[in-house]
């Protein structure tokens, strides 16, 4: 079973639109899949018209097997099955804190589906936090959203600045562009200049910026699904089919 998170330090950059259409276009290409929604706003079962899993609370993620596994819901789609989130995992990272190996909580938890999933995505909080480092340590790789814009590119840097700190493996990381614009110059830039600085960390493969993604909160769906002939289900098809090599 690979571990992969899609995970940005900063909000608004496609992180939960990216995790809901690659599970889903893992799951069509024939790999069993959960998508563990980890963010307590809870938007990856939205997309797939899933309610939150209220008796699923900060304690019971990490200690009851049983509840964790009642909790995980099928989707609409063969091999997508889903865990949703709900408010009470915003106090995961207090819990955590109390743990005496907090950081290999995730890890611990997560062997208990092994057996059903050849993959687990995680739909990570925009946070650095103890479940942070969590997921850092218990992921395979770790899928990094980035707008080609001054503070994604910050955010970025401050995400290899902490698994630097934390010597944590920068290898594991993997970022593609999001939300891009071709037709700004300041999009094209940033692009490059990343490209030059970051060549082994950054896929090839960019997400344009689409109304269609913009509308998988009205459809309810991956724009993989209601809109797979678009630009933006194509370029996401071809981000799936990289990360293959690299995962």
Known sequence: MKIIACYSNKGGVGKTASAVNLAHLMAQSGQKVLLCDLDPQGASAFYFRLKPAKKLTEDSFFTD????????????????????????FRDFDIFLSRLAKGHGALKKTLKSVKKDYDIVLLDCPPTISMLSESVFSCADKVIVPVIPSTLSERTLEQLLDFFTQHKLEKSKILAFFS????????????MQRLGEQHADMLLSTYIP?????????????????????TPAAQHYLDLWRELVTRI
Do not use: C, W
């Open 65 to 88: 097997q049983d509840k964790l596994l009642k909790a995980i819901k099928g989707s609409d789609y063969e091999n997508l099955d889903v865990l949703p989130a709900n408010m009470d």
């Open 179 to 190: 939300m891009v614009q071709v037709s700004k110059k300041l999009h094209l830039d940033t």
């Open 209 to 229: 910026f689409s109304s269609h993604i913009e509308r998988m909160g009205v459809n309810r769906a991956p724009a993989t699904d209601f809109a797979k002939a």
